[in-house]
């Protein structure tokens, strides 16, 4: 029974970090069809401000995450994707993997692709004891960490202006820009948002890890795609669903597989992915207004 | 689009215009200039020859992305999955029984006693790609372009996992050593005249027509009567056999096989060759090959150094990568249809 209970507390956290960062990414698709490869860097980056103000405060070290990703956010949608806001999604999605690389890459440059260890927000390590089930407070942070968030964007996209202009341009962005929606103001809060989700994602994986290199982003946001996929592409509910649902589904199949079938639980969630995809090609809970009208 | 009207007699006097020597024009053209490549290779001193003939094999590889990224429309990450699993077939079939048995001692009686002609597996690695690829399509090929774009990735990741940890077949992390090295210049230029060749006769079939008419417009193609999934998985399969035979190529130039390899790296390589290039034609596909195997080794040599007035002046290591990164950054934004512009090498004489 405990074990029960610790693994599907284990599940929900996990997946409740995937959903985050399937929001980060699935929120730039809502508004500019761009699936942003360079997502994982805005967690890399978040996580070596960590690294570099460990010790400081813990308010500074997160505002100093909070603020690296936000930066980077702004400074490649202003940069890289901006010029380009009018190409077709497939030009989009590779100008996003080049900045992904390029920002890799530029890191590997200056810091050196070997992984350092960090030990932050080590008082969470604790195990505390909640019906009879030894749990970590990390996990729990985790999970009260994304609910709140969770709500908090539901009740940013449903109640105030921002939020409205962001659903209706994800719906239609030329319609919304014909409405007075302001193209610059939508896509920069869009980025700004994902910033933020990416800087908490980054807090509680290098807590949970206590590793920080170049390339951590990348084994997030390559499950968060799949996860945005299965959801529904340009769904945000889908996303976070879809999110969540791979990121348990990995937990899950970790406990329930045999042991020498573990090593290969990526490959079971991704047949998984696949299955759902040939009922449902247009993900779980599909998207109004993706496909464009004739 | 040209709509020609031929009868079988009008082809004969069609030929003596020139107008087969015209419709083949690009493919002549892409074929002089990989034999040059290659004459070039089989002159050049041996570090240099490695290089083109690495180059010639990566050449094999886009050019087996652009058979389903050009005609498509449809961005991949997962074919340096189908080079993973060409390699290693390849190698499994190939590696002398000494060598299984020090590497890969828990390997299947009859995979352990196989020792193949390098011909025939490597018909057989390109083969076993195109059946993944075919069992693959099927439910990721239905995907709209953008979703089927991502839905790639997860074969390479998948095929990663399982190489990475399938230890008794595939050794796992561990390398597999003592291929049998075929692989020279000739061999690789061989495999891009063929590679080459395939993807023209593909681009100029109906299938492949109808395939960029949905690239086009989806919906108009579907209003037309055009199946578009079936076409998509068919260039699928088909760039998935020749991605499969480069890495066969690239596993008996190397002479060993290691998961790593085909893993981001080299995906990143091959997609940026083929953006660079510009994915919607055949010679973009080589040419953009070419010019950044020719790149690369300047920055290679950049970063190993030149010597200047008795001091060595040298790049950071990575620099590579980073310009790379960067060029096709640049590309994007201010050549989107890459270096070739979307268009085959045209006739070059008045009619």
Not at chain 1, 68 to 95: G, K, N, Q, W, Y
Not at chain 1, 134 to 151: E, G, M, N, Y
Not at chain 2, 261 to 283: E, K, Q
Request: net charge positive.
């Amino acid at each position: 029974m405990d074990r029960i209970i610790q693994t599907l507390v284990d599940a929900i956290s996990v997946g409740g970090l995937y959903a985050l960062t399937a929001l980060g990414i699935g929120l730039i698709f809502g508004v500019m069809r761009l699936i942003n490869f360079a997502h994982g860097e805005l967690i890399m980056i978040a996580g070596y401000a960590i690294l570099l103000m460990f010790g400081l405060p813990l308010w500074l070290v997160v505002a100093g995450a909070l603020a690296a990703a936000l930066v980077l956010a702004l400074a490649i949608e202003r940069a890289a994707f901006r010029p380009i806001r009018e190409a077709d999604p497939p030009t989009l999605l590779i100008s996003s993997f080049a900045v992904s690389f390029f920002l890799q890459k530029t890191m590997i440059l200056f810091v050196g692709s070997r992984p350092k260890g960090v030990d932050f927000l080590a008082v969470l390590a604790r195990q505390v004891e909640i019906a009879g089930a030894r749990l970590q407070l990390l996990q729990i942070v985790t999970i009260v960490v994304s609910a709140v968030l969770l709500v908090g964007l539901t009740w940013f996209l449903k109640a105030t202006r921002l939020g409205l202009e962001m659903r209706a341009a994800a719906e239609n962005f030329s319609m919304a820009q014909v409405l007075g929606v302001r193209a610059n103001r939508v896509i920069a809060t869009a980025f700004a948002i994902s910033a933020v989700l990416a800087a908490v994602v980054a807090c509680l994986f290098v807590a949970q890890t206590g590793l920080v290199q170049p390339r951590m982003g990348l084994q997030l946001v390559v499950i968060a795609f799949v996860g945005t996929v299965i959801g529904g592409l340009g769904s945000l509910p889908g996303a976070a669903l879809g999110g969540f649902l791979v990121g348990a589904a990995t937990i899950l199949l970790q406990a329930l597989l045999p042991p020498d079938l573990r090593v290969f639980r990526e490959a079971f969630v991704f047949v998984a992915v696949a299955l759902v995809l040939l009922f449902r090609p247009q993900g779980i809970i599909p998207a109004h207004g993706l496909k464009e009208r004739i | 689009m040209n709509i020609e009207v031929r009868t079988s007699a009008g082809s004969a006097t069609a030929f003596l215009k020139g107008e087969v020597l015209r419709r083949l024009w690009p493919l002549l053209c892409l074929a002089v200039l990989v034999l040059a490549i290659g004459l070039l290779a089989d002159l050049a001193p041996t570090v240099l020859q490695r290089r083109i003939t690495q180059g010639l094999i990566y050449l094999v590889a886009v050019v087996g992305l652009y058979v389903f990224v050009g005609n498509s429309g449809v961005l991949s990450f997962g074919h340096v999955a189908f080079m993973a699993i060409g390699a290693y077939v390849s190698a499994l079939l190939t590696m002398s029984v000494a060598a299984k048995g020090v590497f890969l001692p828990d390997l299947p009686i009859w995979l352990k006693s196989a020792e193949w002609a390098p011909l025939a597996a490597a018909f057989v690695g390109g083969a076993v790609a195109a059946v993944v690829a075919l069992v693959v399509g099927f439910p990721l090929m239905r995907l709209s372009g953008i979703s089927a774009g991502i839905a790639t990735f997860a074969i390479l990741v998948v095929t990663y996992v399982v190489i990475g940890n399938w230890s008794s077949v595939t050794g796992g992390q561990n390398s597999l050593m003592g291929l049998p090295i075929y692989v020279g210049p000739w061999t690789a230029t061989a495999g891009a005249l063929a590679a080459v060749g395939i993807a023209f006769a593909f681009q100029e079939s109906r299938s492949a027509l109808l395939l960029r008419a949905s690239r086009e417009d989806e919906a108009a193609a579907a209003a037309s009567g055009v199946n578009m999934v079936r076409h998509r998985i068919g260039a699928f399969v088909i760039s998935a056999f020749l991605s499969g035979v480069s890495g066969v190529l690239l596993a008996h130039f190397l002479g060993t096989v290691r998961v790593e390899t085909f893993y981001l790296d080299l995906t990143f390589l091959i997609i940026a060759m083929l953006v660079i290039g510009g994915m919607r034609s055949l010679t973009g596909a080589v040419a953009g090959a070419v010019v950044i195997s020719a790149l690369t080794e300047l920055l290679r040599q950049a970063e190993v150094g030149f010597q200047i007035s008795g001091t060595t002046v040298a790049a950071p290591g990575g620099l590579g990568d980073v310009v790379l990164a960067l060029l096709m950054l640049l590309i994007i934004v201010f050549r989107p249809k890459g270096i070739a512009g979307g268009r085959e090498v045209s006739w070059p004489f008045r009619t």
